[in-house]
């Protein structure tokens, strides 16, 4: 359409007002004690996730690198260090009044030195004025590997250092955290940038507050990873997508047939390897969800040990080369990954970055298409039209085989459907 188009070439000499590029920092936490090691890599709310020998792949005296930015809550402004995920609609920030370690070893928000702090009683009662001398509603909510405890505040949220992409939104004020994960994390909370669905309440989502008071060029989102390779940070831009980060001729849209769960997520119609249909969802539908907040690829132990079984990797990476490509069918397309981009190469060996993730109805089963999926995708998520489009990351790497890769990576699977545009 034309504000796309509109929008995405003011990227190319500089944001306008609505737009913004966030910048993420990759950072190593610290290194987990031995019996962590094997608990699930997803960030948020996967406390049902369970965890068998293929999901074994720390290194052992090696901490799990997080990508996280800045935003600014309250009057005056407070600056936290926040993981962005895809996966879930809630800010979660650490309270001053927080006891526990992992609260101490970050920062704290402080609502009484704001300006334009609010205090909630209840979450579904957001419209009466608190009332100090009746009982405070508490939320606990699993977060990976552990749980938050915490009253519900709100305050204004802005993203950037300036006034422009701010909203009055409701959150998570973390009382109580538990040492696992968050003692070991390099960042403070975690922003949901998930659909209504994924938040206690529509003034818990972020996004859509932003949208309502209207201050995005357009209402999206896109994901862009780095590579080592790239020499620069991954970031995500907010109000408009950049085709500098385009390397395909074109974005492809896929529309959004569930939207109850919050998830952004896409019906999955197969998993090819080397070619081959893996027929993995002949028996039941089968669901991808786009996770910003999963350092792997996830999935049901239907589906991931299945997998590994049939690409055999060696820890040694002797059959590095010879292993297949991986593709995820999303409509009439196939969005493929090499072995460089599920297999990780260290010192100590080739380790593959799958991960069994049993994720309970209403939300799974899903494969989670965590970093690797995002770093070889650009993927821009659109409100509006509840629609996700993707494309061929651009890297430096690959720039003057950018039309080959393009054909490598993505790769049609039928007769061409009716356009999503």
Known sequence: ??????????????????????RLRRHKGRARPASSLRRPKALLQLSAATSSESAAQSLPGQGEEHLFGSIFVGVPRQEFLVAFDTFSGNLILPSRLCQSSPCLSHRTYDGAVSGTAKDIGRADEMDIPFNAEEPRETVRLNVGSGTVVGQLMSDRLCLGEEDNLCAQTAFIEATEMSEEPFGFLPYDGILGLGMPGASLEKPFNFLGNLAQAGVLELDRFAVWLALPSDGEDSEITFGAFDDARVASDNVIWRKIVRTETGVWQLPLSDVVVDGQDQKICEDAPCW??????????????AIIEPLLLRLEISKDCSNFRNLPMIGFVLGDHAFNLEPADYVKKTSAGCFHQFLVVDLPPPRGPMVLLG?????????????????????????KAGQAQEKELAAKFITMRQAPAPTDD
């Open 1 to 22: 359409c034309n504000g796309t188009a509109a929008a995405t070439a003011a990227l190319g000499g500089g944001l306008r007002v609505g737009m913004l590029r966030v």
């Open 288 to 301: 991808a969800g786009f996770d910003t907040g999963t350092t792997v690829i996830g999935g049901p132990r």
């Open 371 to 395: 970093e690797p999926f995002l770093r070889r995708f650009y993927t821009v998520f659109d409100r509006p039209t509840l629609k996700i489009g993707l494309s061929v990351a651009r890297h």
